[in-house]
């Protein structure tokens, strides 16, 4: 599957961003999906993950309450809607399909978008 992310740019604190990841290639809905982060300096980290029907979302503690996970599968495209965003969510952001069970490691996703720059400064 191709992965395609896009909707970063720069944003106030306080502001809202909403991400996408447009798969193509093969079957959308077999995936588990994810958004992950890095920002310079530091490693990748999990940001919030989506099971194949939606039934299921996690999400990290930071991002708990002001981020939203969803997914569309007859689009094929995955979102996250940032909400009330601080500048230590400045990262760029990727995008990342696994065919196994969900997992929070990073490392054990099979695909990966380009990843999108968000930026969180006044």
């Known amino acids: 599957v191709q992965l395609q992310a896009s909707g970063g740019g720069l944003v106030r604190p306080g502001g809202s961003l909403r991400l996408s990841c447009e798969a193509s290639g093969s079957i959308f809905s077999s995936y588990v999906m994810g958004w992950f982060r890095q920002a310079p300096g530091k490693e990748r980290e999990f940001v919030a993950i989506?099971?194949?029907?939606?039934?299921?979302?996690w999400y990290t503690d930071s991002a708990k309450g002001r981020f939203t996970i969803s997914r569309d599968n007859a689009k094929n495209t995955m979102y996250l809607q940032m909400n009330s965003l601080k500048p230590e969510d400045t990262a760029v952001y990727y995008c990342a399909a696994r065919l196994g069970p969900a997992t929070l490691r990073w490392d054990l996703y099979d695909y990966w978008g380009q990843g999108t720059l968000v930026t969180v400064s006044s």
């Open positions: 989506i099971g194949r029907s939606s039934t299921t979302t």
